[in-house]
């Protein structure tokens, strides 16, 4: 009888057929989560140079796991039937797995997104596919996680949670960049081949993390040392781009380099037309070529050191430039001429240093430079020319010291200080052959000190993460910002959350009503001054459940968003004096979900958003609530990923409710704001690819992608747009209503090789 159970039993144990000669070890991992439908977490660093050899025959899952143990001398961690932690053998010791991220979530979405207690944690190399996106575009990624938007259709013009997109904190290796992006925005500014890591924040931010109240984008570059030339190629129909990896000395010194150019000043293709027409509607660019030009392009470099086992020091820099000329002959035989330039660029140091098992240590320096050059020159005879000059600044600079002490298996405390620099101004200036007149200038530094302690402990089935951020401003005063995140594990298939978190924010974006084609840019930089612009700060409860079981999976939150200190600007346009500023606060309540069901070879998933958020401001509409212009109240996205051999491809439905928008009335002046929404917008997204592979691990990777597919073209804004007729329009202001169309069908191919 107890043969025939034991016989039974075996029959029941999976078992799929193997064979492999010194093969890659993330090669053999990536086809044993195929046929078992089963997920590793790892730190890319530890698969290096490991390779796995197994004769020809079944094995089972635990037969598999042993192979691998034995082989390459790490360890399996087995979280539940379906997830598995790779650790070195080494980390086995509970004190020492502490430091890695908790995965609450693996294959959030897809494959390379996953969900910790804190944060989602992309690796855009690893991102299957994503329905609409292009070769893993950082930012375009992240608008197919629930609560992130981006009304405008842009790249970088993230909503998240209520927030608008200059309430997001972008870091590239501790670096603040200010424009991420390319072609107004479009897309992102991150190379895509790039080996990196990006840790997105939406609610209980660890203190360490400020400056902004939405939301927090930290991308790290690989601190990967290689031991031989590497190297990875790609082009697509806007640019090219290439990254190349070289050991310098032995596992001691390494450097990467990276290079991305736009293909547009040379070759003008269907995907460059449609963001064309996107971008520049209702403005007077409409024909690029030879002469009319748009070109943008990012270069990025690292130089990694390892001077022993438990030092690394690294040091990088970045540099994102975006270039337009422009000239079109107006009706009377004058020439205008335009030109703009977006740059944004820096470096910093990163110092990490293991005293020993229990303190850990990570210095960072960092400097940052944004400038936005802009002018508009009607040249009506060689001798006479009316212009318009925009210019804004910011320097950005500081100094981080951040410490992590392992009291034991339960308790972690983060703690540091931090030192920032801010130089911020703005120039608008109108000027002729005889004279010229400044609209508008200012400029405005501040020091900031910052002290912050982060305490989290993890017990049975609870955990508890708590601490508070300090900042004293020298423009602004003393913040005290409190975080606090409770987490309760039900079982291992039910966990229930609740978190508060206080942030403020003293660098914000305001808008300029002066003359400028420009509509995307007409935005500038501001640094709080405790008068005219007040600090902004936000108070974020958040609370939610997460369901899995039998590869099903249902994250639910539901949250509210309280900000103070917002404004509403108008710059004057024929005084610098005259100027209008509106002080007020607002809030968000909303709703993020996704249910997902996966399998072997697919997976669906659905994604649904609520948001109502609404702002008040002083003597505008009586001081009552109104929506924001940026409010989307319903996001849906259904999708459907399919993956066969070698073969990706992956469909996304999108539909939304339209935006808020105002009426103006008999006087052209603006009336029932944003009391009427516009219509909804739907669209369908497709993308794919083949994935070729080699004896030697090298791989071509070729795919496509189909934005709004049935080119369903819908007004996703009004904006009003104001009017200088005559003299009088200075005094009193009078605007006209400008439609702004979605992006039609837009195709786009590439090709990915890495050697």
């Known amino acids: 009888m107890n043969l025939f159970l034991q016989n039974l039993w075996a029959q029941k144990i999976e078992k799929h057929q193997f064979s492999y000669s010194s093969e890659a070890l993330d090669k053999v991992v990536l086809d044993v989560e195929n046929k078992f439908s089963v997920k590793y977490s790892y730190v890319d660093e530890i698969l290096n140079d490991k390779t796995i050899s197994l004769v020809k025959k079944k094995y089972s899952l635990d037969e598999i796991n042993l192979e691998i143990e034995k082989q390459t001398h790490l360890k399996i961690v087995k979280i539940d039937n379906r997830f598995y932690s790779l650790v070195k053998n080494e980390e086995e010791n509970s004190e020492k797995i502490t430091y890695l991220d908790v995965i609450l979530i693996e294959g959030f979405l897809a494959k390379g997104i996953n969900k910790t207690n804190e944060k989602y944690i992309i690796y855009p190399q690893k991102v299957e596919t994503l329905p609409g ?34 309430q997001n904190l972008v870091l590239w290796d501790g670096i603040r960049l200010y424009h991420p992006g390319h072609l107004f925005g479009m897309i992102s500014g991150i190379n895509p081949a790039i080996s990196q890591s990006v840790n997105f924040y939406n609610k209980a931010v660890n203190p360490k993390f400020g400056e902004r109240i939405s939301s927090i984008i930290d991308i790290k570059s690989s601190d990967k040392i290689v031991g031989q030339l590497e190297g990875n190629a790609g082009l697509n129909a806007l640019n090219a781009d290439l990254d190349i990896k070289a050991p310098l000395l032995k596992e ?27 971008v520049f509607q209702n403005t007077v660019f409409n024909n690029f070529d030879d002469q009319n030009k748009f070109q943008f392009q990012d270069f990025s470099t690292k130089l ?25 002959k107006t009706k009377d035989s004058s020439t205008d001429n335009q030109q703009m330039n977006i740059s944004n660029y820096g470096f910093s140091i990163n110092w990490s ?34 212009a318009y000059k925009k210019v804004n600044r910011i320097t950005d600079s500081g100094l981080e010291a951040n410490f992590n002490y392992l009291f034991n298996s339960k308790f972690t405390l983060d703690f540091g200080y931090q030192l920032f620099g801010n130089d911020v101004s703005h120039l608008f200036n109108t000027f002729n052959q005889d004279l010229g007149v400044v609209l508008s200038l200012k400029q405005v530094y501040t020091i900031n000190h910052v002290g912050y302690s982060y305490l989290k402990f993890d017990a049975k089935n609870w955990s508890l993460y708590s601490g508070f951020r300090l900042s004293k401003f020298s423009t602004n005063g003393t913040v005290f910002e409190p975080r606090v995140l409770v987490q309760k594990r039900f079982s291992e298939h039910f966990i229930w959350q609740i978190s508060y978190e206080r942030r403020s924010q003293i660098l914000s974006q305001v808008r300029e009503n002066t003359i400028n084609d420009l509509s995307l840019e007409n935005y500038v930089w501001a640094l709080s001054d405790n008068s005219s612009y007040p600090i902004q700060k936000a108070n974020h409860f958040a609370t939610g459940i997460i369901l899995k079981k039998d590869n099903w999976l249902l994250d639910l939150d539901i949250y509210r968003k309280q900000i103070d200190g917002i404004t509403t600007s108008t710059f004057g346009f024929s005084n610098q004096n005259v100027t209008s500023i509106y002080k007020g606060n607002g809030f968000t309540n909303g709703l993020d979900l996704l249910l997902q069901k996966t399998a072997r070879d697919w997976s669906a998933w659905m994604t649904y958003t609520f948001q109502d958020s609404q702002n008040r401001f002083e003597t505008i509409n009586n001081f009552n609530y109104f929506l924001v212009n940026s409010n989307v109240k319903h996001a849906l996205n259904l999708s459907f990923n399919k993956k066969w051999n070698k073969y990706s491809v992956t469909a996304g439905w999108f539909l939304h409710s339209g935006k808020p928008y105002s009426l103006l009335d008999e006087n052209e002046q603006a009336t029932d704001l944003n009391a009427k929404t516009l219509p909804a917008y739907h ?21 496509f992608s189909i934005y709004n597919c049935y080119n369903n073209r819908t ?19 009078r605007y006209a209503v400008k439609d702004y169309y979605s992006l039609g069908i837009t195709p786009n191919i590439f090709v990915r090789m890495s050697f």
């Open 133 to 166: 996106v292009t070769d893993a575009d950082v930012l375009l990624s992240l608008q197919q996680l629930p609560g992130v938007k981006s009304p405008n259709e842009t790249a970088t013009g993230l909503h998240v949670r209520g927030g608008t997109s200059d």
């Open 252 to 278: 001691k010194l390494g450097i990467q380099v990276a290079v991305r150019k736009s293909v547009t000043e040379w070759f003008q293709s269907p995907t460059f037309r449609q963001l064309e027409d996107k």
């Open 304 to 328: 990694n050191f390892k001077p022993t086992e438990n030092a690394s020091i690294s040091l990088s820099g970045i540099y994102i430039d975006n270039d337009l000329k422009y000239t079109n």
């Open 353 to 386: 240093q293991k005293y020993s098992s229990r303190f850990h240590q990570k210095v960072l320096l960092f400097y940052s430079n944004y400038d936005f050059d802009y002018e508009k020159k009607e040249q009506f005879s060689p001798s006479e020319f009316e």
């Open 683 to 703: 669209r369908l997204d497709v993308s794919g690819f083949y994935q070729f592979y080699n004896k030697d691990n090298k791989n071509l990777k070729v795919g």
């Open 715 to 733: 007004v996703i804004s009004k904006e009003f747009e104001r009017k200088f007729s005559d003299f009088g329009d200075f005094a009193t202001p």
